[in-house]
Structure formats: C-alpha cells, structure tokens
C-alpha cells in the first residue's frame, strides 16, 4: 500500500477499503503533485488493489482529495466522496458490485453555502473529512476548515485564532439524496477539534469521537455524544476526556482516534500523544500509541 494517512473502513460483508493521498515528493508518485488513491482488500488485508483517482476526469494535475471513508448505504450501495482541493469541484461515485467498480458519471455534488456565501475552503469538500449514514438514511458530513478560508472566523466575538494547523475546526452539513445535495454548512464545535468519526452506540445515541489541539486543554482523544440523530452535540457540558497524556503547552499530541462498540457494551478506542520530550511541534517526535478499553457512564 503506498500513500499516507490510510483511512480505514470495513463493510457489512468483510470488504476493506483504505483512503490515502501521495504527496508530490512521495518516491512512488510518478508525478509532481500530489493525488489520490483508494485500496481494496477481500480477503482481510493480505493482499490489496489500488485505484488511482485521476488524472482522467479531472482539470490538469488536479490535487484530488478523498473522504475519509467508504459509505454503505442501507441497500448496500456503497458512496465514496472525491474532490479537488482548493476548489469547490466535488463528486459522490458510487458502486453496485463492493467496490470493483465505481459509476463516476453524476454531474459535481451541490454543496451548501456558509453564512449565504458560496463553499471556499482550501481542503476539498471531500478532504480530511468524515461522513456518517444515520438510521433513517439521512448523511452527515463533517468538514475540516481553517485558515485562510473566509469560512474560519466563528465570528462570535472572540478573536480569531491564528498559528499552526492545530486552530482548524469542523463544519458539518447533511444530505437526503444519497450526497447529490448538501445543506447549509454550520458550525460545530470550537477551534481545534479536528478529525470526527461517528458511531451509533448500541442504544441509539450516536458517539462522535474527535481530536482537541491547541488552545483547549487537556489536548488528545475526546468524544461528544447526540441524542438526536446528529442534529446536535453538546461540547460545553457533556464531553467524554479518553485521553489526555500530551503535556500542557504542546500545540498537538497526535490524533486520528477512533472508537468501535464491541458486543458487550464496551467501547474501544484508539489514540496517539506525544512524550514530554517530543519537542515545540510534537508530531513524529516520540509519539506514543495505546489502545483504551472503556465503558459510558450510566444514562
């Protein structure tokens, strides 16, 4: 498998599917910039395929960026986000066979505006993002945004964080036509929650597991439930801490948690943080990995 930041995702007849993107400089890329590609493995992970995304069917040496994850929908339809990065140019493929081939014939996607203006973020619509089938078929999409996107500033009176990419937060919107069209982009969250995952618990709430950087401590694995669906998530008072070993003063301890309900009720995440010698940036530097083994509190 060549590429970085795989994304895993594992379908309901055991087909895995892992996202990536290889970078300009990346020894395996034939190219000089920076594109997409998605694997496929049928037999556990021993052996994979790989799709490149591009450069046919795209503008010339187009970034193209991937969602996270593979959507199953409720008639086995699987849905794949791609787009372009630093553009609004984005297409939700579909397949009708787990994956080995994909219809790419659906005009672009039609994505909501923010605050009445039109979509203008850096990262594609489909990039560093995660997307989440609810039980009534509705998508929710969650967006990672930053500067210098004029979509950023909360604008709630506070000032605007500025830095590294540690300040960056979530927007969301949702879609009811399979991801043809997307509502309204709002925020969710505050500056420095980055990389969601959703999972619907085996009551029904959903559980939304996330990573906190910078400016709000302890920094590391968080995780927010709904009780609605996705239509909200209470950050100020009902925020699950699962890890917090990342030294105070550091502006990032690792990320990309995720977290999976086992059959007996308990949850299993999975987590990064950084020594208390990484270093100003921490990220590479003496990171640590664990696995945690945890139950909710009583409803």
């Known amino acids: 498998m060549i590429g970085r930041e795989q994304w895993l995702t594992a379908t309901s007849d055991g087909t895995l599917f892992a996202t990536c993107h290889l970078l300009a400089n990346d020894v395996n890329n034939p190219d000089d910039y920076t594109h997409s590609y998605l694997h496929r493995s049928t037999d556990g992970g021993k052996t ?31 849905v794949l986000g791609v787009s372009v990065t630093d553009s609004d140019l984005a297409y939700m493929w579909k397949s009708d066979d787990g994956g080995v081939s994909w ?30 089938c609810t039980e009534s078929g509705k998508l929710l999409h969650f967006i990672r945004c930053g500067p210098p996107s004029p979509m950023y500033p909360m604008e709630d009176g506070r000032v605007t ?14 879609s009811t036509d399979n991801g043809r069209t997307w509502s309204e982009l709002r925020d969710l969250g505050d500056y420095g929650m980055h990389y969601p995952r959703v999972v619907q618990l085996q009551d029904g709430r959903l559980l939304m597991t996330f990573t906190q950087r910078a400016l709000y401590y302890p920094i590391g694995l968080q995780a927010v439930l709904s009780y609605d669906g996705g239509e909200t998530w209470d950050f100020n008072s009902d925020r699950i801490i699962i890890e917090g070993k990342t030294p105070w003063g550091m502006p990032s301890g690792g990320g990309f948690g995720n977290t999976l309900q086992l059959d007996d009720g308990t949850l299993i995440s999975c987590y990064t943080y950084a020594g208390a010698d990484a270093g100003e940036y921490a990220i590479g530097q003496n990171m640590q990995l664990e696995v945690v083994r945890w139950a909710l509190p009583p409803r």
């Open 103 to 132: 219809d790419r014939s659906e005009p672009p996607v039609q994505i909501g505006s923010y605050r009445g203006q039109p979509y203008d973020n850096f990262d594609g619509f489909f990039s560093e993002d995660f997307t989440f």
């Open 48 to 78: 994979w395929e790989r799709l490149r995304i591009g450069p046919e069917g795209f503008p010339p040496q187009a970034h193209t960026a991937l969602s996270r994850n593979v959507v199953e929908l409720a008639d086995g339809t699987l």
């Open 161 to 174: 964080p500025s830095g590294n990419d540690g300040i960056d937060r979530m927007l969301c919107t949702e």
